[in-house]
């Protein structure tokens, strides 16, 4: 377990000395949904004059059982805790998943993990929410043991905006759909992918489109195909681009990239930390018969993106 300090207030670590209201989930994306979870446990937090605290869990246990067939995240495990951190909650507790955590029982979890570790006050959770090996425990496991230990329950019923559901899986299919109008609204924000970039094969500098690389670390990914992006540092604009998500089928490369080419910077990116914002999807991915005719579509791309954002965006 590793708890991280968000700087709002209770400076001390030790939140067994105050008690906790701690809102529990996979958080993933922290869309609008994961929100409404959280200013529950917030509220709460502030009625009973205790830290607020956000418990997660990396990697998300469906990564853990079924790494091949996990769902696509919507946010890399560095960008949720400060997505997390913008929130109003004093800590962050990060549990690890792993063979341990797995075979423990949800009566097992929450004596020692929310009882004795965090002396906790309350709980929320989404309704829907199951833990514990074999995914014994829920709102009505909690609610007992809670009688027993002398903590109570809150469990936020489904988030809707605009009469649709907010939840992972339809942020999800928005995304592969290419609607990412949509699903922005539902995240509350818009997509972004945040990581380092990494070393490519460079072949793009060849053709005169050099390109940050981002290594995509698992097996699946929301979104596929060749975007327009806004490109950023530490919140600061870096620039926009166009950007190839997929296993660039002409080269012949098997793993996932994020691959995005800046239209007006030619500065060396490599190793630093980029949030790539998705704006508009131009096409799929597709492979080409040979170099020639994808860098004649490359071209075609970057022209396009670079009178979309002139058209669409006013850029200082």
Not at 14 to 36: M, P
Request: aromatic share 8%; proline share 3%; with cysteine.
């Amino acid at each position: 377990m590793h708890i991280y300090n968000t700087g709002k207030k209770h400076l001390a670590v030790d939140l067994k000395a105050e008690g906790c209201v701690v809102a529990i989930g996979n958080f993933d994306g922290v869309h609008l949904g994961h929100r409404a979870v959280i200013d529950r446990a917030v509220s709460m937090a502030q009625k009973l004059r205790c830290p607020a605290a956000v418990m997660t869990f990396e990697p998300y246990p469906a990564e853990y059982f079924k790494p091949d067939s996990a769902p696509a995240r919507l946010s890399s495990r560095r960008h949720k805790i400060e997505l997390l951190a913008s929130t109003e909650v004093d800590y962050i507790i990060a549990v690890r998943f792993n063979q341990e955590l797995a075979k423990t029982s949800a009566e097992d979890f929450v004596r020692k993990h929310l009882h004795e570790r965090l002396a906790v006050r309350h709980i929320v959770i989404g309704e829907d929410f199951h833990f514990g090996a074999r995914r014994t425990g829920n709102v009505s496991v909690l609610r007992k043991l809670g009688e027993e230990l002398d903590f109570t329950v809150s469990a936020v019923n489904d988030y809707s905006k605009n009469g649709k559901r907010v939840s992972s899986t339809q942020i999800r299919e928005l995304l592969s759909e290419g609607q990412l109008s949509a699903a922005n609204k539902l995240l509350g924000r818009e997509f972004s992918w945040k990581s380092r970039v990494v070393h490519g094969d460079k072949r793009g500098r060849t053709w005169g489109f050099p390109t940050a690389n981002i290594v995509i670390p698992t097996l699946s990914f929301p979104i596929g195909g060749v975007f327009i992006v806004r490109v950023e540092e530490k919140g600061t604009l870096v620039g926009y681009g166009v950007t190839n998500v997929g296993s660039r089928p002409t080269v012949g490369v098997t793993r996932l990239l994020i691959e995005t080419h800046l239209f007006s910077s030619s500065i060396d990116l490599y190793g630093r930390l980029l949030n790539v914002v998705f704006l508009k999807k131009i096409r799929d991915e597709k492979k080409f018969p040979d170099f020639d005719a994808l860098r004649q579509q490359i071209m075609l791309d970057v022209q396009f993106g670079k009178q979309w954002v002139n058209e669409e965006i006013e850029v200082e």
